[in-house]
């Protein structure tokens, strides 16, 4: 088996060199004595991420240097944005919202979204970023699900998105928007963030945080039903600090880059909150991704740590690693990728284009925190996930008939990946779905829905999804969300919706359609279909292909077989698929 080796300077002065003797003597208390706390016992993810830095030394350190669309740059010292922040939470508290309601966010990259996240952390809201590439129904079924009170958006996100589904939010009761647009008179309904923020106090007192309070509300997707809201609560930050400094060798003073949206777990978890309780730089990208672009920002904002995504990799890749080597990236230390399989040319290619290797890691929505990585120290294995963080025991697992679970027999075997409840950031429920929530477990195992094998040095290897999500461009897709949007035209009958698999972005979404009597299967309608589902949903949830079938494949309980259309649309042998299907 092919191994990157590190050499033993490089290995010694890495994170985790000492890794068995780490795992072996660490416990997730002493990584809470690496965080302040509050007086009696509290803990408050914003006052770890942001105050405690800001009331010391490092308060005139860059917390976040923002790059605009068109070139502003905006840079936020730890005080400054300490400062903001409070006048958020400030903000909510005349508004009189109350501790622990829902507080949405609904913006691209710009630095309101950033100080409002971290001032509802503050003020003790539920804290939700929605990404902004969503449709209006994927917005309005999280905000009902997770009965918003607080919209922070864009006037223009407003109008498109939200002002036609405003009448089925009901428990909406402030929308603050931040103008993006020309317009002089404010959308109907709306209040603007701007004044507020400057008429509030910058002094915020935090109040006493139990570590259990809730603090974050991601959704993410089901096969069956609407989208699940894992909750996290203030007591993540441990993991978050932990993680990011074990995972991704992140320091105080480094200069970090997580390409990962905050609309997206990844974007909170390490674009917000990690790093800055670690005292690092955020840089912040306005712009959409753009080869060119990013080689600039990695070389000239000194970029010493970047986390980003495997279809980035892929992007980058088709231009060549020439057009990577025309740059130096002198402060370059540290690489990692997460959010879908690594391809091991992708690894490579790491080395030919910067000098490094990319590091991938793996976790998901409801773990809130980096389980299983390649760490700076470690030799790589191009294709593995790596191993097991410090405090997190990880097992590839078999179901047994009798509902139980036991570790699979051999090394390299597959089965299924879990981990052994205890770690701080795990989510603490599905919002509403107690039962969903408890199916995710078997005694101290949590099934994290995620096919594996372990080798026998302990490294992981990704190899599918035990369910029939999609991972498109990094971003996980429930098929039904999308299967029920299309279901909403008039002229479609059944919908069947499944991944493609894609060289560049991994899977596409493509969905299969039968029609209702009376309709024409032609080319005008397919597209038809396309604008239909995309102006629902969004471009980043709406399917890339449909395809019009005279009648979908269905179980005998009336499901269709998502896995026999994936099966027909792959040209594989058809099997036995009904029983395939899962409810997570
Ligand atoms: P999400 O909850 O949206 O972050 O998606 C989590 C899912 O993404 C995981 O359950 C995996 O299926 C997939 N995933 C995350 N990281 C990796 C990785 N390094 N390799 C392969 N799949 C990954």
């Not at 965080?35 to 408050?44: F, I, K, Q, R």
């Not at 203030?234 to 609309?263: E, K, M, Y």
Request: glycine share 10%; hydrophobic share 40%; net charge negative.
């Amino acid at each position: 088996m092919e191994i990157l080796r590190k050499s033993h300077r490089e290995a010694q002065a890495a994170v985790l060199h000492d890794y068995p003797s780490v795992c072996a003597g660490f416990s997730w208390e002493t990584a809470r004595g690496w965080l302040d706390g509050l007086p009696g016992g509290g803990l408050n993810i914003a006052h770890e991420a942001v105050d405690r830095h800001a009331a010391g030394a490092a308060g005139e350190r860059i917390a976040i240097r923002w790059l605009g669309k068109s070139g502003t740059r905006r840079e936020i010292r730890y005080r400054e944005l300490a400062e903001l922040s409070s006048r958020f939470a400030n903000v909510l508290e005349t508004l009189g919202v109350a501790r622990g309601a829902g507080v949405y966010l609904l913006a691209g990259r710009i630095p309101e979204l950033y100080l409002a996240v971290l001032g509802a952390l503050k003020q003790g809201a539920v804290v939700t970023p929605l990404f902004s590439a969503f449709g209006p129904d994927p917005i309005a079924t999280r905000m009902t699900l997770g009965e918003g009170r607080v919209l922070v958006t864009t006037t223009s996100l407003y109008r498109r998105k939200v002002a036609p589904i405003r009448d089925r939010l009901p428990s909406l009761e402030h929308v603050l928007v931040i103008r993006d647009d020309d317009v002089e008179v404010l959308p109907e309904g709306t209040r603007e963030l701007g004044p507020l923020l400057e008429a509030a106090s910058p002094d915020y007192v935090i109040p006493a945080t139990a570590p259990e309070t809730p603090a974050l509300l991601h959704f993410t997707s089901g096969t069956t039903g609407t989208p699940k809201g894992a909750l996290h609560v203030h007591q993540a930050v441990v993991a978050h600090h932990s993680t990011a400094r074990f995972a991704l060798d992140l320091r105080a003073g480094d200069i970090f880059w997580c390409t990962a949206d905050p609309g997206w777990v990844t974007g909170t978890s390490y674009g917000i909150i990690a790093p800055l309780s670690l005292g690092a730089t955020l840089v912040i990208d306005e712009a959409e991704f753009e080869a060119e672009r990013w080689y600039r920002i990695l070389d000239e904002e000194a970029v010493s740590v970047w986390y980003t995504a495997p279809t980035a990799v892929r992007m980058m890749m088709k231009g060549g690693s020439e057009r990577a080597r025309t740059r130096a990236y002198p402060s370059l230390r540290f690489i990692a990728s997460v959010g879908e399989p690594l391809n091991p040319q992708a690894v490579h290619w790491g080395v030919e284009a910067f000098g490094l290797p990319i590091h991938d890691n793996w976790w998901q929505t409801e773990t809130g925190g980096i389980m299983i990585a390649n760490f700076a120290s470690m030799d790589i294995r191009p294709g593995a996930m790596g191993k097991p963080l410090p405090g997190i025991e990880a097992a590839v697992l078999r179901r047994l008939p009798d509902g139980g679970v036991e570790r699979v027999a051999h090394h390299d075997e597959e089965g299924e990946l879990a981990l052994r409840v205890g770690w701080p950031s795990m989510f603490r429920t599905y919002l509403h779905e107690e039962e969903r929530y408890r199916r995710c477990f078997v005694g101290d195992w949590y099934l994290t829905g995620d096919l594996a094998r372990r080798d026998p040095e302990g490294y992981f290897w990704f190899v599918g999804r035990a369910d029939d999500m999609i991972k498109s461009a990094g971003h996980l897709i429930g098929p039904f969300e999308v299967e029920s949007a299309l279901m909403e035209h008039p002229a479609v009958a059944e919908v069947g919706v499944i991944g493609k698999p894609d060289p560049v972005i991994g899977e596409i979404v493509k969905a299969f359609v039968s029609l209702k009597p009376g309709h024409a299967p032609d080319e005008a309608l397919r597209r038809e279909l396309l604008g239909f589902a995309r102006q629902r949903l969004g471009p980043a949830v709406a399917p890339k292909e449909i395809e019009i079938q005279t009648s979908l494949p269905r179980t005998r309980s009336g499901k269709i077989m998502r896995r026999l259309l994936k099966a027909r649309e792959l040209g594989l042998p058809e099997g036995d698929t009904s029983t395939l299907e899962t409810s997570r």
